[in-house]
C-alpha cells in the first residue's frame, strides 16, 4: 500500500528489482531467506535515503509498511518461475492442454484484473501479448499431441 508507480519505478530504477530476479531465480530454500533479510534492508534504506536518486522523495511512511514477510517467498517464485503446464505433461515437445479458451472470458478477466482499459485497449493487449500463445494452442489441438519433429 502506497507504493505508486513513481515509486515502484525509482525503485526498479535503483537496481533492487534486479538483485531480487536474479536471487530469486538461483537461490532456494535458506539462502533465498537469508538473502530477503538483505534486500529488505536495502530496500529500507533506499526508501529512507533514497541514495540512487530514483525515487521522487524519501518515502518514511511507505518504509514503516514494509513488512518481514515482504515479499511473500511464494508469489515472488510464481512470477519468477510461472507453471504454464504441469511439469509431468510436458514431454518430448508434448504440451498439456485442459480445455478450449474462451476469449470473452478471458478479456473480461483482463479487464477485471490488469486495468488495460476499454474493449479497444484490450484488443490491442491481445494482439501483442495473447494471440501467439492462443494460435500455439489451438495448433497443438489441430495437431492431437502430435510431437512436431525437426526438418530433416
Request: hydrophobic content about 45%; aromatic content about 8%.
Amino acid at each position: 500500500m502506497g507504493c505508486g508507480l513513481k515509486i515502484a519505478a525509482g525503485l526498479a530504477h535503483s537496481g533492487l528489482g534486479d538483485s531480487l530476479l536474479a536471487a530469486a531465480r538461483i537461490l532456494h530454500g535458506d539462502k533465498l531467506v537469508t538473502f530477503l533479510r538483505t534486500w529488505r534492508e536495502d530496500l529500507r534504506h533506499e526508501l529512507a535515503e533514497n541514495k540512487c536518486g530514483c525515487l521522487p522523495s524519501r518515502q518514511p511512511v511507505l518504509l514503516a509498511s514494509i513488512s518481514e514477510s515482504f515479499p511473500n517467498i511464494e508469489v515472488l517464485l510464481l512470477y519468477v518461475r510461472p507453471l504454464v503446464s504441469p511439469l509431468d505433461t510436458i514431454h518430448e515437445g508434448r504440451a498439456w492442454i485442459s480445455q478450449n479458451i474462451c476469449m470473452r472470458q478471458m478479456a473480461e478477466l483482463c479487464e477485471r484484473t490488469f486495468s488495460w482499459g476499454g474493449t479497444m485497449e484490450i484488443i490491442v493487449k491481445f494482439i501483442n501479448i495473447v494471440w501467439d500463445g492462443v494460435c500455439f494452442r489451438q495448433l497443438l489441438e489441430v495437431c492431437q499431441f502430435t510431437t512436431f519433429h525437426k526438418p530433416y
